[in-house]
C-alpha cells in the first residue's frame, strides 16, 4: 500500500513537469531495418507498399516505401529516454509503460526521411493502487514539421521511483 505522504510527494514532483516539452535528436528507419521488423513481427509482411521500394516509387504517392506504423511506435521507447533527462531523482526502473489513451497514425513515414520525437508532460494524477500515472503527448514529426503519429502515451510511476 502506498504511504501517503510519500505518495503526495510523488504526485507533486511528477506534477512540476507538466507542460514540460523535450524533442529528441532527429532519426532515420532506412529499408534494411523495416526488412528486419517485417520478418520479426509479420507487421508488413507481404506488403509491397513496405517491403518493395520499386514497385511503391512506381505506384505509392509517397515516392517510395513509408515505414509501418507499429515500427514507428516502437522507437518512441529510444526517442523518449532522450527527451526525458529533466526526470532527474526518478528511477526508471519503476515507471512502467502504461498504454496509450489515444494513438493515431495521421501521415505516412517514408522510409529514409528523417524524424524526431516531441514529448509534453500533459498531466500527473494519482492512480488508486498507489504511485502516479503520467500522461505525455507525443508526436513523431518530419523534418518539415508534419506530424506522422501523434498520441496520448501513459506511465505509471511507483512511489519507488524515486530515490
Known amino acids: 500500500m502506498m504511504n501517503t505522504q510519500r505518495g ?3 504526485l507533486r514532483q511528477l506534477s512540476s513537469f507538466v507542460g514540460q ?3 529528441s535528436s532527429w532519426r532515420v528507419i532506412d529499408q534494411e531495418t523495416v526488412n528486419q521488423y517485417a520478418e520479426v513481427s509479420g507487421d508488413g ?6 517491403l518493395d521500394p ?19 511506435v516502437a522507437n518512441l521507447t529510444r526517442l523518449f529516454g532522450e ?6 531523482g526518478i528511477d526508471a526502473n519503476h515507471a512502467l509503460n502504461y498504454g496509450f489513451d489515444r494513438l493515431r497514425f495521421v501521415a505516412p513515414l517514408p522510409v529514409g526521411a528523417p524524424f524526431r520525437a516531441r514529448i509534453r508532460v500533459s498531466e500527473a494524477r494519482p492512480h488508486n493502487s498507489g504511485g502516479v500515472i503520467l500522461k505525455q503527448d507525443v ?4 523534418e518539415d514539421g508534419t506530424p506522422t503519429l501523434i ?13
Open 83 to 88: 527527451t526525458v533527462t529533466g526526470f532527474t
Open 151 to 163: 498520441g496520448e502515451w501513459l506511465f505509471y510511476v511507483s512511489e519507488r521511483a524515486f530515490r
Open 21 to 23: 516539452e523535450s524533442v
Open 45 to 50: 509482411e507481404g506488403e509491397w507498399l513496405h
Open 54 to 72: 520499386e514497385r511503391a516509387a512506381r505506384e505509392a504517392p509517397y515516392g517510395g516505401t513509408i515505414v509501418p506504423g507499429f515500427l514507428q
Open 139 to 142: 508526436v513523431l514529426e518530419k
Open 8 to 10: 503526495a510527494e510523488s
